[in-house]
C-alpha cells in the first residue's frame, strides 16, 4: 500500500457529439481546467471512510451496497467496482475535494470518479489499465449508483491531453488525441446558466429507452449503424414520432462530430462553430433537451458575434459553450446578463476554458 495516494481527474467540456455515447457513436470533449481531487490513506481496519472537505460531512462505511446517490456514492462507488472485479482493496480513508461546478454538465460526477479511481489504483497498487480505470469509474456510475450513463465522461476525465479534443468512437472504444489550441483572437466561452443539470430525474434514461426502442425497431445493434444517406428510409420505417427525432438527431450528430474532426483538421473555424450551433437546433428541437436559460444564451452569443454556439452536456441545464472572437467576449457578457435580467433569470457566469489535462496519479510520500 503507498500512504497517501492522491488521484487527480478534470471535468470535461464536451465539444460536439451530444447522446451520442450510449448509441455506440461519436463524441469529442477537452477536459477542463478544473479538477476532482481524491487521497488515499490507510484506514481503520475494513472501515472506509469518506471525507468532503467541502462538505465538511465524514461517512463511516462497513459494506458498501448499491443504489447510494448521496455525494460519497460517486467514491463508494468506485471502490465497489473494483471489489466487483476481484481487486483486493480493504478499509481505506477517502478524502475529497473539487472545484469542477456541480450540476453545471462538466462532469463533476465523472472527475470525482475517475480520481478516485486514480487514488485508490496507486494506493492498493493495482495497476490498472487505463481502459479498467475507465471501467471502475463508469461501473460506479451505472451499477452503484443506478444512472444509466453512457462512456463518455469517464474516459474524456482520464484519457483528455493538454491542447487536444479526444475523438472517442463509443462502440470500439478508440481514440484519437485531436489538436485543439484556439488561434489568438478566438476564445472558448462557458457560460454557466444557473441551471442546474440533473441526470438521475429519469429524462435522461427515457430518450436512451428511445433510442434503444428505435434501434429495435429498425433492426440495428445501435444508432451508430444508421447513415445519413440512410436515414430519410429509417425515420419512414418509425411509427413513433418522437423516435423519429430522437433518431434525427442520434444520426445527424454523429455525422457533425466526423464533419467537425474534418473543419479542425483544415482550421477551419467557421465550419466548426456551424457545427456547433446546428448540434444545439437538433438538441433542442429533435432530441428537446434544452430550457429557455441555455437557449437564450445561444442566441445572444450568436447575436453577439459568436462562430458557434451550443450547450454541453447531458441537458436540461448546465453550459452553454461559444466560440467567440476574442475581441467580443465583454460585449457577450453584457449583453447576456442584459438579456438574462430582462427574462428574469438568474445573473450568467461567464468564463473562458481551454483544452486541459486528463488525469493523474500522484504519491505523496512511499
Ligand atoms: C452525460 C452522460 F454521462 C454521458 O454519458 C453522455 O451521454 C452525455 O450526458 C450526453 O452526451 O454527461
Same mark, same amino acid.
Given at each position: 500500500?503507498?500512504?497517501?495516494?492522491?488521484?487527480?481527474?478534470?471535468?470535461?467540456?464536451?465539444?460536439?457529439?451530444?447522446?451520442?455515447?450510449?448509441?455506440?457513436?461519436?463524441?469529442?470533449?477537452?477536459?477542463?481546467?478544473?479538477?476532482?481531487?481524491?487521497?488515499?490513506?490507510?484506514?481503520?481496519?475494513?472501515?472506509?471512510?469518506?471525507?468532503?472537505?467541502?462538505?465538511?460531512?465524514?461517512?463511516?462505511?462497513?459494506?458498501?451496497?448499491?443504489?447510494?446517490?448521496?455525494?460519497?456514492?460517486?467514491?463508494?462507488?468506485?471502490?465497489?467496482?473494483?471489489?466487483?472485479?476481484?481487486?483486493?482493496?480493504?478499509?481505506?480513508?477517502?478524502?475529497?475535494?473539487?472545484?469542477?461546478?456541480?450540476?453545471?454538465?462538466?462532469?463533476?460526477?465523472?472527475?470525482?470518479?475517475?480520481?478516485?479511481?486514480? =487514488?485508490?489504483?496507486?494506493?492498493?497498487?493495482?495497476?490498472?489499465?487505463?481502459?479498467?480505470?475507465?471501467?471502475?469509474?463508469?461501473?460506479?456510475?451505472?451499477?452503484?449508483?443506478?444512472? #444509466?450513463?453512457? #462512456?463518455?465522461?469517464?474516459?474524456?476525465?482520464?484519457?483528455?491531453?493538454?491542447?487536444?479534443?479526444?475523438?472517442?468512437?463509443?462502440?470500439?472504444?478508440?481514440?484519437?488525441?485531436? #489538436?485543439?489550441?484556439?488561434?489568438?483572437?478566438?476564445?472558448?466561452?462557458?457560460?454557466?446558466?444557473?441551471?442546474?443539470?440533473?441526470?438521475?430525474?429519469?429524462?435522461?434514461?427515457?430518450?436512451?429507452?428511445?433510442?434503444? =426502442?428505435?434501434?429495435?425497431?429498425?433492426?440495428? #445493434?445501435?444508432?451508430?449503424?444508421?447513415?445519413?444517406?440512410?436515414?430519410?428510409?429509417?425515420?419512414?420505417?418509425?411509427?413513433?414520432?418522437?423516435?423519429?427525432?430522437?433518431?434525427?438527431?442520434?444520426?445527424?450528430?454523429?455525422?457533425?462530430?466526423?464533419?467537425?474532426?474534418?473543419?479542425?483538421?483544415?482550421?477551419?473555424?467557421?465550419?466548426?462553430?456551424?457545427?456547433?450551433?446546428?448540434?444545439?437546433?437538433?438538441?433542442?428541437?429533435?432530441?428537446?433537451?434544452?430550457?429557455?436559460?441555455?437557449?437564450?444564451?445561444?442566441?445572444?452569443?450568436?447575436?453577439?458575434?459568436?462562430?458557434?454556439?451550443?450547450?454541453?452536456?447531458?441537458?436540461?441545464?448546465?453550459?452553454?459553450?461559444?466560440?467567440?472572437?476574442?475581441?467580443?467576449?465583454?460585449?457577450?457578457?453584457?449583453?447576456?446578463? =442584459?438579456?438574462?435580467?430582462?427574462?428574469?433569470?438568474?445573473?450568467?457566469?461567464?468564463?473562458?476554458?481551454?483544452?486541459?489535462?486528463?488525469?493523474?496519479?500522484?504519491?505523496?510520500?512511499?
Amino acid at each position: 500500500m503507498t500512504s497517501d495516494a492522491v488521484g487527480i481527474s478534470p471535468g470535461r467540456v464536451n465539444l460536439i457529439g451530444e447522446h451520442t455515447d450510449y448509441n455506440d457513436g461519436f463524441v469529442l470533449p477537452i477536459a477542463l481546467d478544473k479538477v476532482a481531487r481524491v487521497t488515499a490513506s490507510p484506514g481503520e481496519g475494513d472501515l472506509v471512510t469518506i471525507t468532503s472537505e467541502q462538505l465538511g460531512e465524514t461517512v463511516t462505511l462497513d459494506t458498501l451496497e448499491p443504489g447510494e446517490r448521496a455525494w460519497w456514492g460517486y467514491v463508494a462507488g468506485v471502490l465497489w467496482a473494483l471489489r466487483q472485479a476481484g481487486h483486493d482493496v480493504g478499509g481505506v480513508e477517502l478524502t475529497l475535494t473539487s472545484d469542477v461546478p456541480l450540476g453545471g454538465g462538466l462532469s463533476s460526477s465523472a472527475a470525482l470518479e475517475c480520481a478516485t479511481a486514480l =487514488a485508490l489504483d496507486l494506493y492498493a497498487e493495482l495497476d490498472l489499465t487505463p481502459e479498467e480505470l475507465a471501467q471502475a469509474a463508469q461501473t460506479a456510475e451505472n451499477g452503484f449508483l443506478g444512472i #444509466p450513463t453512457g #462512456p463518455m465522461d469517464q474516459r474524456a476525465s482520464l484519457w483528455c491531453e493538454t491542447d487536444h479534443a479526444l475523438l472517442l468512437d463509443c462502440r470500439t472504444l478508440t481514440t484519437t488525441q485531436v #489538436p485543439f489550441a484556439l488561434p489568438d483572437d478566438l476564445v472558448l466561452a462557458l457560460v454557466d446558466t444557473r441551471s442546474p443539470h440533473v441526470l438521475a430525474d429519469g429524462h435522461y434514461a427515457r430518450r436512451r429507452e428511445a433510442c434503444e =426502442a428505435a434501434a429495435a425497431a429498425l433492426g440495428v #445493434p445501435a444508432l451508430r449503424d444508421v447513415t445519413v444517406a440512410e436515414l430519410d428510409d429509417a425515420l419512414a420505417r418509425l411509427s413513433d414520432p418522437e423516435q423519429v427525432r430522437r433518431v434525427r438527431h442520434v444520426v445527424t450528430e454523429n455525422a457533425r462530430v466526423l464533419d467537425a474532426i474534418s473543419a479542425l483538421g483544415d482550421a477551419d473555424w467557421p465550419a466548426f462553430g456551424a457545427l456547433l450551433t446546428a448540434s444545439h437546433a437538433s438538441m433542442r428541437d429533435d432530441y428537446e433537451i434544452t430550457v429557455p436559460t441555455v437557449d437564450l444564451a445561444v442566441e445572444v452569443a450568436l447575436a453577439s458575434g459568436a462562430l458557434g454556439s451550443r450547450m454541453t452536456g447531458g441537458g436540461f441545464g448546465g453550459t452553454v459553450i461559444a466560440l467567440l472572437p476574442a475581441d467580443r467576449l465583454e460585449a457577450f457578457t453584457a449583453a447576456l446578463q =442584459a438579456a438574462y435580467a430582462e427574462r428574469g433569470f438568474d445573473a450568467p457566469g461567464v468564463t473562458t476554458t481551454r483544452a486541459a489535462a486528463g488525469g493523474i496519479e500522484l504519491s505523496l510520500r512511499d
